[in-house]
């Protein structure tokens, strides 16, 4: 084709048809841009406690020399010590009593600095097994400011079994933070049983389960798939056109 042929062929384009080539050719530009988009980032566990190797494996009454937390009037319930009440919940390892001779509390010794972004705080709660109600444990995230980036207070029936709970959410900006476990109810030796907490950035834990579930498969966001898809549609378009 010529120069001049060139030239009055687009001109007699209509303004529609122009624009329906434009919009073809700006999707063909994104669909590299959409395929070449970096994938969700990997979550990244902060921490994974499963309480099951803390003083030997041996249940104490208010124990207090864990390896990730600083804690008051908890029980570790393993072998030797009540043990049976993790059975009893449907648990098979040494899981926590959160209310020893008072109500207990638990706080992560690590401050973890998080930028802003998702996260998310998992953990098995069951009930104390022994017919008491009105339980509860209070789940904080606060940050080394006082700031409460998260607090959600849970009750379970008494004979409740383990339930894996799972909360997430965005932090608006960059904090230090440290979870905390708090209990509440009567004050009668016996609260909530409390096993694998698992902390994460940027997704889902891992899974509640002794041993841990793997994580979900990341698929792609609405968004980009979307492009994705106007891509594709524009490119076979194209394609139709030109065989014509
Ligand atoms: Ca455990
Ligand atoms: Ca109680």
């Not at 309480?51 to 937390?69: D, I, K, M």
């Not at 009540?82 to 449907?90: E, N, P, R, V």
């Not at 509640?208 to 524009?234: Q, T, Y």
Request: glycine share 12%; net charge neutral; with cysteine.
């Amino acid at each position: 084709m010529s120069k001049m042929n060139h030239d009055v062929a687009v001109r007699r384009v209509p303004a529609a048809r122009r624009a329906a080539l434009a919009a073809l050719r700006a999707a063909a530009v994104a669909l590299p841009v959409a395929l070449a988009m970096p994938a969700k980032a990997a979550p990244v566990v902060l921490l994974n406690d499963s309480f099951n190797t803390e003083n030997g494996a041996v249940g104490s009454a208010e124990y207090s020399g864990f390896a990730n937390w600083s804690a008051a009037n908890v029980d570790l319930l393993a072998p030797g010590y009540f043990f049976s009440l993790c059975q009893a919940a449907g648990g098979s390892t040494p899981c926590l009593d959160m209310e020893g001779s008072g109500n207990g509390s638990l706080t992560t010794l690590t401050a973890f600095a998080r930028p802003a972004g998702p996260v998310s705080i998992q953990f098995d709660l069951a009930g104390d097994q022994r017919g008491r109600g009105n339980n509860t444990v209070s789940v904080s995230l606060v940050s080394t400011l006082g700031t409460v980036l998260f607090n959600e207070v849970f009750s379970l029936a008494a004979n409740a079994a383990f339930s894996t709970i799972t909360r997430s959410f965005d932090l608006l900006a960059p904090a230090s933070a440290r979870l905390g476990f708090l209990s509440g109810g009567p004050a009668d030796s016996m609260g909530l049983l409390l096993d694998n907490v698992i902390l994460t950035q940027g997704g889902t834990g891992t899974g509640g389960n002794p041993g841990g579930n793997p994580g979900p498969v990341p698929v792609p966001e609405p968004g980009s798939l979307g492009l994705l898809m106007v891509s594709l549609a524009g490119m076979a378009g194209l394609a139709r056109r030109r065989r014509s």
